[in-house]
């Protein structure tokens, strides 16, 4: 593997490390930053598959409740809401996702300036939503 890749990749990681446990949009900022190192891969592969471990990071602080978790479902009527309201939130993204992948693949994985003004959107908008004097409803899932 060529040493300026190599780079690359290193960077591209300390960057998806920086931002995905913060509210920013971490593929945003892989992408982006990817797009101004020159860094290709073949259908954004590396820069989807480099999230696998904050996703395993993910699973392994919430191992213990996702294993009692999947243990009640055949017995606890809670649980098999929670994951049924779980599978409904994520029913719409995936649908539209499937029907809208070519769009999502060449046009908002490509496209440097709508990147940057996504992203300077997203960051108003949240900086706007924090200022608000907003009062939790619920205190657990």
């Given at each position: 593997m060529e040493e300026q890749t190599i780079i690359n990749a290193l960077i591209l990681g300390i960057v998806e490390g920086l931002t995905e446990f913060i509210p920013v949009s971490?593929?945003?900022?892989i992408l982006l930053l990817g797009h101004f190192l020159g860094f290709e891969s073949t259908g954004?592969?590396?820069?989807?598959?480099?999230?696998?471990?904050?996703?395993?990071?993910i699973l392994t602080v919430y191992a213990a409740r996702l294993?009692?978790?999947?243990?009640?479902?055949?017995?606890?009527g809670k649980s098999r809401r929670f994951v049924f309201g779980i599978f409904l939130a994520f029913?719409?993204?995936?649908?539209?996702?499937?029907?809208a992948h070519g769009f999502i693949k060449t046009v908002l994985f490509e496209s440097p300036a709508l990147i940057c003004t996504t992203l300077l959107v997203g960051g108003i908008i949240l900086l706007w939503i924090d200022r608000l004097p907003l009062k939790p409803r619920y205190t657990d899932v």
């Open positions: 971490s593929t945003g900022h954004k592969t590396f820069e989807v598959l480099i999230q696998l471990g904050a996703i395993l990071a294993w009692n978790l999947a243990m009640a479902l055949p017995s606890d029913l719409p993204a995936a649908v539209i996702g499937v029907m």
